[in-house]
DNA sequence: CAGTCCCACAGATTGTCGTA
DNA sequence: TACGACAATCTGTGGGACTG
């Protein structure tokens, strides 16, 4: 018997997930071919029959970065395929895709040598630093790093035409390993995307682990050693004088010291063996490494879960809560990342969903937390009032709201789910209710942001960074025509 | 009405970042 | 580099809504 490796998977868990990730993932794979297929075909148009040697090289390497592009999605995902995609000129031409790259990059050397000038200016001490001249020393970094990509991405090309010898679109995809260091910074927001399930089996070896430790410790925590007793070990270790901390049978762990400390981790090799013992299996030396890993992690969380155990009772209370709200906002956002799925008008706004996140979300607030106070609300549900992000345009409310309704329309009539609906979030008009989360998302378009708030803050471009880009926050005929007809005229929907 | 499905919540784990 | 603090996200569970 062997232990399942520890490489999370998609498959398995929450079936109604995976079956809309893996649509969402065949869509972005069909969305792509078709660019890849629809580049092709524009370039073999572009290509005059016959023509001069630049021309079908441009045409060689264009099919060649295509090549090379879609080996970076296959082998980074999808947020490569993105990343590549928003490597865009000034006028969002993309500057990655031959043949216009070269003319690209040429436009982008005589600007810079337009801005030599500026350079002068802005070399100037006795000048003050403006946010016009940041602004445009931001621009010129960001036309630079296009320019390397760009100029990358033509070596690659050029390299993989030279290997194929000019059959970059007959010749099957070769075999070579290509090692590609995956970026180290992030390029654009943050995308949050379906909830990445772990495998069944690595959940169900965590489970065996974390049984075997309850096992050994006991609920009680009778267990634990005390600092000095650590250190103690630590003394005989440094002097060559140092036994196993522990045995299985009177197994300890220190709680109070480090971790990791060398206790801790001699009573974590005591673990994985009494593991192996138990369950009669015979683990290599990586898997033995591996349940030693994992339970050092687990006397990280028991320190942790010792510790709030000695926060005080209104402490406790308020990171419950803080708990809760958090964790119905990222019900909220996996409904709405879900309804883009479920319209093809919405499809188009997934992109925005992933980068507004969890904290786009409106977090809502319960009257739970009146019931000891307010005697009425006892007797009946509890309402939640939502609490839209202080730094949110107030127009996205309803944008955001569509979604909702799309996911709402579409689990009565299509999804044959049980189960309760999302429960009703009353939005107070009266007055306005912010949340008083200060953390806030970064890198939206600028008019995903409050003006107000945007305009109070200092250092935007370092903090919040908001593109330039306007997005349109707004829902296509078709989506208000398709909600409209499932409420009035259900017949006549989808 | 038993079984199924889903939601909300709590618990557990992992990832990230600042600091010593 | 290791650690702690905190954030992010996944799993497990109880209970309500729904279906055959």
Known sequence: MSLPSTSRSSTGGDARWNSAEKLFQERQAAAFRDRVQGKRQ?????????????????????????????LVQERFGQ??????????????????????????VIEEEEDDQANEGDDELEENPDDLVTVDTLSRTFERFERSLVKIVSKGFEKIATNVSQTLQGRVDEAPRPEVPVVLRPPTTRVGPKLTGFPARRAPDVNEKQRLIREHLTRLCGDGGASFATQEQASAYDAALRTGN????????????????????????????????????????????????DIHNRVLTMFKTLKRTR????????????????????????????????????HPG???????????????????????????????????????????????????????QTFDSVYSINRRIKMKRRGAYPRLRYDNTASVRKSSNPSFVTELPINAYEGDWLNARIDVDFTVKPTAEEYSFTHDDDIVRYIHDQVVNPEHGL
Not at 46 to 70: E, I, L, Y
Not at 84 to 104: K, W
Not at 315 to 340: D, I, N, Q, T, V
Request: with cysteine; glycine share 6%.
């Open 307 to 342: 510790k709030a155990g000695r926060l005080s009772e209104d402490a406790r209370m308020r990171a419950k809560r803080a708990k809760r709200r958090y964790s119905r906002k990222y019900k909220l956002f996996g409904r709405r990342l879900e309804a883009c799925l479920l």
């Open 42 to 70: 524009e370039n073999r148009t572009q290509t005059p029959t016959g023509g001069d040697q630049d021309d079908v090289a441009n045409s060689t390497s264009s099919g060649a970065v295509q090549w090379a592009r879609s």
């Open 79 to 104: 947020d490569s395929q993105d990343m590549a995609m928003e490597y865009r000129g000034p006028e969002g031409e993309n500057v990655t895709n031959n043949p216009g790259m070269r003319q690209e």
């Open 346 to 400: 919405l499809l188009k706004h997934q992109r925005m969903i992933s980068a507004l996140g969890i904290d786009g979300m409106s977090s809502d607030e319960s009257d739970y937390e009146e019931v000891r106070d307010n005697v009425p609300v006892r007797t009946r549900a509890p309402r939640y009032y939502v609490l839209r992000p202080k730094w949110r345009n107030p127009s996205l409310s309803a944008w955001l």
């Open 242 to 289: 140092a036994i196993p901390s522990c045995t299985a049978e009177e197994f300890r762990v220190c709680i109070d010291g480090n971790p990791k400390c060398a206790f801790n981790v001699s009573s974590a090799r005591i673990f994985a063996r009494s593991f192996a013992e138990f369950h009669h299996l015979d683990l290599s030396h990586s898997e033995l490494q």
